[in-house]
Each structure stands twice: as structure tokens, then as C-alpha cells.
């Protein structure tokens, strides 16, 4: 890959991080009010967000050979990063699947969607009745037993923006 297509990559991994961290700075300001829509809110947008990165450095279907190991390396973003997971930001970008699994796979069919607390809060609930739990205890978010820690991915987002804003400013030559 060209330096100049490299640079453009890296800026958007700088504007994704960015918006993943203005993300998790709105959650973090909304969960003192508690305004739950902006919870959720800034829950998927930080997902977003952080499967957007996931998907600039692990490309699935890449139309440039190499890209994603030549942009990680460029980052130095290695291979177990805690970016490149996507199941969650999955699991809300096709949430209408995940809904029609619940329905056909529910035993009782008991329903607890968009909660903020830990995930025992409501008695006899089963781990896969709870749809969008967010545990402030220890900032995860959980769907049908399922549990994503957000610290690592905004720790691990807040180092990757300071490189990919290095990376981006240097000449395309």
C-alpha cells in the first residue's frame, strides 16, 4: 500500500478512536444523571465505533493485500489487541436476529432489556434473558450471558488515537 493510502487509513483509525472516546465520555457523563436512552446511546456509538477500528485493522474482505497488516503494523497494533473482537458491536448492529434468537430459544421467556446494574438484579431471570445489561460495578456491558469489558477496549482506544494521530500528520513521502 501506497504511504498516501496509508496516511488516509490512519487518519480514520484517529477519527474512529476519537469518536469512540467522545463515546465513552458521554456514557460516562450519563450515567451520573441517569438518563438511560443516552446510556444506550452512548453504548452502541462506542461499539460503533470500536468495530469500526476493529474493522480497519482486521479487515474481512480486503480489496488492498496486506492493508491490515500494514496498517496494525504502522500502529503497532498487535494481533490479540483487545480491538479485534466485533461480536458486540454485532450483536447491536443486528440486534433484530438476536431478538428473533431470544423469542425461539427462551425457555420462560422472561424479558430484561436495557438495564443499568449488575446482572443478578432481577431474580430469577436466566443469563440469556437479559438482552442489553450495563454493570457500572465493573463497566461491562453483557448480552445473553455474553459480558464485553469496556475499560480495556477504551484504555486500549485511547493508546492506539495518540499513535494514529502521530502516524497520520507525517509526510504522504
Partial sequence: ???????????EVERQCKFALIAAQDLNQALQTPDMDRIWYSVQAFLVAAGNISKLLWPSKPHLPKRGDELRASLSVEDNSPLQPRKFRNHFEHFDERLENWATSSKRHNFADSN???PGMILGLEPGDYIRNFDTTNFAVTFRGDVYYLQPIIDA??????????????PLR
Fill in 1 to 11: 500500500m501506497n504511504t498516501m493510502v496509508l496516511r488516509i487509513f490512519q487518519r
Fill in 116 to 118: 443499568v446494574g449488575p
Fill in 157 to 170: 482506544v485511547g493508546s492506539l488515537w495518540k499513535k494514529a494521530a502521530i502516524e497520520a500528520q507525517k
